[in-house]
């Protein structure tokens, strides 16, 4: 069984700065991606910012230059930094991962979602 763990998150003025942490846990064979999504009330899921196993990252344009996305593969673990936040990043937040447990067998996993407010 995999476990996604998220951290941080939590109330901010509009031009502040927020980090946000996720860990995998569990039977891992080997992490492909990590990645963070959100969800706005009334509005579908989004993917925010990405990291493959390559190193590659993607992120929602209207995130770039303002969120960053990194990784500990050593500690199975993704952050996600945020800065310069506006009112319209306010949202659920939620870690991804396609993570194979055996050498065969992958899924895709989601945390529980910490929330984000950014107040104007």
């Known amino acids: 069984q995999v476990q996604l763990v998220e951290s941080g998150g939590g109330l901010v003025q509009a031009g502040g700065s927020l980090a946000l942490a996720c860990q995998a846990s569990g039977s891992i064979f080997r992490i492909v991606a990590m990645g963070w999504y959100r969800q706005a009330p009334g509005k579908e899921r989004e993917m925010v910012a990405q990291?493959?196993?390559?190193?590659?990252?993607n992120y929602l344009d209207s995130v770039k230059g303002r969120f960053t996305i990194s990784r500990d593969n050593a500690k199975n673990m993704v952050y996600l930094q945020m800065s310069s936040l506006k009112p319209e990043d306010t949202a659920v937040y939620y870690c991804?991962?396609?993570?194979?447990?055996?050498?065969?067998?992958?899924?895709?996993?989601w945390g529980q979602g910490t929330q984000v407010t950014v107040s104007s």
């Open positions: 991804n991962a396609y993570i194979y447990a055996t050498p065969s067998s992958w899924d895709n996993y």
């Open positions: 990291s493959n196993s390559g190193g590659g990252t």
